[in-house]
C-alpha cells in the first residue's frame, strides 16, 4: 500500500485560509487518483476532495468554491488549499494516496496518514 502523510494544519480563523501537504511514498504519477479526507469528532470519515491522475477534480459541496486540490507529480505531493474557513470545517485531515472510483462511489487502497488537525474559530 501507498504510504502518505499530512502536514499543514492548524489554528486558524473563520474566513482565513490554510494549506494541507500529503506526500506520497511512491511515486503517484501512475496511482488512479489522490484524495483529501476529513473526520470531526463524533462524525463518519468524509471525502473532501479527490483528484485523478488526468487532474480531474471532484469536492464534497460543501466545500466546493472555497477548497482547491492539486498534486505534484514530480514532488509525489498533494495539496489542498482552503480558503473562506469555516468553523464547520474543524476536523482532523486525512489524506489518501490510492483513490479509485468504481460502481458510483470512491473507494481508498492507501494507508492511512496520522492525519492533521485544522480548527477553525469563530
Known amino acids: 500500500q501507498v504510504q502518505s502523510v499530512e502536514s499543514g494544519g492548524g489554528l486558524v480563523q473563520a474566513g482565513g485560509s490554510l494549506r494541507l501537504s500529503c506526500a506520497a511514498s511512491?511515486?503517484?504519477?501512475?496511482?488512479?487518483?489522490m484524495g483529501w479526507y476529513r473526520q470531526a469528532p463524533g462524525k463518519q470519515r468524509e471525502l473532501v476532495a479527490v483528484?485523478?491522475?488526468?487532474?480531474?477534480?471532484k469536492y464534497a459541496d460543501s466545500v466546493r468554491g472555497r477548497f482547491t486540490i492539486s498534486r505534484d507529480n514530480a514532488k509525489n505531493t498533494v495539496y489542498l488549499q482552503m480558503n473562506r474557513l469555516k468553523p464547520e470545517d474543524t476536523a482532523v485531515y486525512y489524506c489518501?494516496?490510492?483513490?479509485?472510483?468504481?460502481?458510483?462511489?470512491?473507494?481508498?487502497?492507501?494507508?492511512w496518514g496520522q492525519g492533521t488537525q485544522v480548527t477553525v474559530s469563530s
Open positions: 511512491a511515486s503517484i504519477s501512475s496511482i488512479n487518483g
Open positions: 489518501n494516496a490510492d483513490v479509485r472510483y468504481s460502481s458510483g462511489s470512491y473507494r481508498t487502497f492507501g494507508s
Open positions: 483528484i485523478s491522475s488526468g487532474g480531474s477534480v
